[in-house]
């Protein structure tokens, strides 16, 4: 689908619409139209031209400077070179469809705006973007900067040194002070997991992870759902995503467009995940992920920095909290994280599209 936004005499055009399979099912594809004028550089026509499905992997190289070690001029490396040299397109801002039909029917169209300066909009029809941002109703939140870090991240990458780059990807969404060090694996690597380890079956297949391709992965998504707007975002996270030897690529069609699928496998997810572009743009079509589920972890009051700065001391909140909470206590970090670490198990995976309150019964006392 073709539309564009105006702001002054700036245009970006709509350049994607999400959608994805069991659980984020697919509902539509979107034409695809692209607002690059390139310079002088045409789309790579090879991958155009109807092919029958095939592979290619993508590996880790030691110099971190390419594409890895791709066998060739594969269709990836020929985009990815396309879009590192077009021009970036008019606009200040990335508008998304997203349409998503969930396992129990559920559809949702969602019109989100998201501004090259991080701010962060969304409407149930578009005509309602206008009043949310004259309205100043900026839902951007604590994500903010996050968001900003895995667009430049995807930035540098089209064309920096593809290992510094995966690092900033990585490490996109960290805290400046985290409590735990996080450790960057290189692409590929399987965590070792000791044979006399009694951890349940489910946790450890999470403990077999790569995080750090986990990590890339995930937030290479973000990048495209925020920045796709830009063929250099686009480059960056097809340059990083082909680093990774478990992520095949295939060649297709889907409803009459030739397409580029990057399935993602162990050791960067537990199960299966794809992304689905178009061939001649590098624009982002579909999403999908099996054995999906979308729960939501609302918290109550936690003993956290920004709880604590907010209170003056941990001991003037914990005080407030005796004073209003039920359970006579501030909630801990620790019992947030296992709340969201069983919605994320085997044993929850019949659980779907419900909320679960740590809040220490904050919410059924009011």
């Known amino acids: 689908m073709a539309d564009h936004i105006d702001s002054g005499d700036k245009k970006r055009r709509i ?6 399979g069991v659980g984020f099912a697919a509902a539509a594809l979107a034409a695809v139209a692209v607002a690059t004028t390139g310079s002088g550089t045409h789309a790579p026509s090879s991958t155009a031209a109807a092919q029958p499905a095939r592979a290619a992997t ?3 190289s030691g110099s971190g400077s390419g594409l890895g070690s791709l066998a060739g001029e594969t269709p990836l490396v020929r985009l990815v070179g396309y879009l590192s040299s077009a021009s970036a397109p008019r606009g200040d801002a990335t508008l998304l469809l997203r349409d998503q039909v969930y396992s129990g029917g559920l559809k949702v169209d969602v019109w989100d705006l998201h501004a090259d300066d991080g701010d962060y909009y969304f409407s149930k029809d578009k005509g309602g973007l206008r009043g949310q941002v004259s309205g100043h109703k900026n839902r951007g939140g604590e994500d903010e900067k996050g968001r900003k870090e895995v667009v430049a991240a995807a930035k540098f990458s089209a064309k920096g040194d593809l290992n510094a780059g995966r690092k900033k990807m990585f490490l996109a969404y960290t805290p400046a002070h985290p409590k735990v060090k ?10 070792s997991v000791p044979a006399s380890n009694k951890l349940p079956k489910d946790i450890k297949a999470f403990a077999a992870i790569n995080n750090t391709d986990n990590w890339v992965w995930n937030n290479s998504m973000d990048a495209l759902r925020v920045g796709a707007g830009s063929p250099t975002v686009r480059a960056g996270v097809l340059r ?3 680093q990774m030897p478990e992520i095949k690529v295939e060649q297709g069609t889907l409803k009459g467009h030739q397409v580029l699928t990057l399935t993602a496998d162990k050791p960067a997810v537990t199960t299966p995940e794809t ?8 624009l982002p ?4 992920s099996d054995g999906v589920t979308f729960n939501h972890v609302h918290p109550g009051r936690i003993a956290t920095d920004r709880m604590v700065d907010t209170s003056g001391s941990l001991e003037a909140a914990q005080a407030q909290a005796r004073k209003e909470i039920p359970a006579g206590r501030l909630g801990t970090v ?3 994280a296992a709340a969201a670490v069983f919605l994320c198990s085997v044993p929850a995976a019949y659980i779907n599209g419900t909320a679960i309150l740590v809040d220490g019964a904050m919410a059924r006392s009011v």
């Open 285 to 288: 079509i579909k999403y999908a």
């Open 182 to 191: 996080p450790v960057l694996l290189a692409p590929g690597v399987t965590p």
């Open 334 to 336: 620790e019992e947030m």
């Open 15 to 20: 350049v994607w619409r999400a959608s994805a």
């Open 58 to 60: 993508g590996n880790a």
């Open 275 to 282: 992304l689905t572009v178009d061939a001649e743009t590098g």
């Open 240 to 242: 990083l995503l082909g």
